[in-house]
């Protein structure tokens, strides 16, 4: 697997040597290029490949656009000349959506503290350019959380405070927070200290029907209870489950919700597997069943059976409740048990772990429900999933040994030293 990385600089040497030593034409120095850093284990995601142009003076120096429209938009900005700011905005947005490449070597060459002077001139013009300035911001940080400094984090609060009637500026601010915090355990807190959680449980409620807000808003949620950097020791990816349920309502804002997207598999899919990241107490499983939740999910898993992608979040969050016995018992009264069984049946040729853990939850503890479970075949379902899906290999022999049927465990090591060759 290639790991290792060149700065752009180099690229563009390569190529221009190729040029200039070899007689080689534009695209075939940059192929030329790319071949040879990659038969070298160089990774070139980050690289922008531009063909160098040809004038009459011959060929040039590879131009890349993204650093000119930063450079106009760095000039738009300190002339404070709105129009061409949107303009400069939207064509950067353009060009690193196209070449995910744009965004590393804009990032290096100075794009945030531009950006964050747009956004700061826009908030003092008008909405629209401020939604052009939240989705540049969202598009620079996407996979670089570490661009955002404090004087942005604490000017995107205040943004999505200041306009949390407004859907689409709502929106876009949520991405840039969901982008800050993925793999960033220090945006997380500092975010969470800032009064984010709020901000994301309060879209939810506010614009409870606009599709891609409440999207955004669980994304941004399930993020903050991530244990996703390696670069920190401390997580505080519980606390802050805890802090969205107890302090902002976080499972009733999520189960209400659902009401509004029952023919909306999609954001269905997205509002359970929030939950599911949010079930982590024993009282907070309990609290799902006490809101409804619990007949919803059945009652979804039984009606959306065609949709996996549902489906397998549906799994998770009875999984995730499960892990109360008491509401391992209010799955089953519900007929839980029957719509469980019918899932695996429905998508046995999909490799869907989740279907086996559930179960195992369901009887640990609880070795009554083993047998009305077998009953309705799922030894037959979990064995076939087992020969099918390799992957599934090992919850499916922990499902089956749960529920008390035969298993045959290979035995990889006995214990015993053999004699090392001298």
């Keep these: ?49 531009t063909v160098p142009k040809v004038s009459a003076d011959g060929p040039q120096e590879p131009t890349h656009d993204v650093l000119q429209t930063l450079s106009d938009l760095q000039e738009s900005v300190a002339s404070s000349r709105p129009q061409e700011v949107s303009a400069h905005l939207t064509r950067f947005c353009d060009q690193c959506k196209q070449d995910k490449a744009c965004c590393f070597l804009a990032a290096q060459k100075g794009a945030y503290p531009i950006i964050f002077a747009a956004w700061k001139l826009a908030t003092a013009s008008d909405q629209g350019l401020l939604l052009q300035s939240l989705n540049a911001l969202s598009v620079l940080t996407d996979g670089q959380p570490d661009l955002l400094d404090t004087q942005g984090l604490q000017l995107l609060v205040a943004t999505l ?14 991405r840039c927070v ?13 975010l969470v200290k800032a009064g984010v959680l709020p901000l994301l449980t309060g879209a ?79 009282e907070f499983c309990q609290e799902v069943v006490d809101l409804g939740g ?4 059945v009652s979804l898993l039984a009606d959306c059976n065609d949709h996996q992608e549902l489906v397998k979040q549906l799994l998770s969050a009875l999984r995730a409740i499960a892990g109360n016995d008491d509401v391992k018992d209010a799955i089953v009264h519900a007929g839980g048990m029957e719509s469980i069984v019918a899932a695996m049946t429905r998508h046995l040729a999909s490799p869907q772990k989740q279907a086996c853990m559930l ?14 479970i077998l009953d309705l075949g799922a030894e037959a379902l979990i064995t076939k999933a087992q020969s099918n899906h390799r ?18 465990f290979q035995e990889l090591w006995t214990g015993q030293r053999g004699h090392l060759a001298p």
Aim: with cysteine; proline share 2%; aromatic share 4%.
């Design 1 to 49: 697997m290639a790991s290792k990385r060149i700065a752009q600089e180099t690229f563009d040497a390569a190529v221009r040597e190729n040029i200039e030593e070899f007689a080689m034409g534009p695209e075939e120095a940059v192929k030329e290029a790319v071949e040879q850093f990659e038969s070298q284990g160089v990774d070139l995601s980050n690289i922008v490949k």
């Design 161 to 174: 405070a200041q306009n949390a009637n407004e859907a689409d500026l709502t929106c876009s601010g949520i």
């Design 178 to 190: 969901r982008h800050a915090c993925l793999k960033h355990e220090q945006n997380r807190q500092d």
């Design 204 to 282: 939810i409620v506010h614009h409870g029907h606009h599709a891609n807000v409440v999207r955004e808003a669980c994304w941004a949620l399930r993020v903050m209870t991530f244990d996703d950097d390696m670069r920190m020791s401390i997580s505080h990816a519980h606390n802050h489950a805890k802090m969205i349920v107890q302090e902002n309502r976080g499972l009733k804002v999520l189960i209400e919700a659902t009401k509004a997207f029952l023919d909306n598999p999609g954001v269905l899919g997205e509002l359970c597997g929030t939950l599911s990241r949010l079930a982590v107490r024993n």
């Design 294 to 297: 619990l007949s919803i999910l």
């Design 359 to 372: 179960i195992r939850n369901l009887v640990s503890r609880s070795r009554a429900f083993s047998k009305p």
């Design 391 to 408: 992957s599934c290999e090992d919850v499916a022999k922990a499902a089956l040994q749960d529920l008390g049927c035969h298993v045959e």
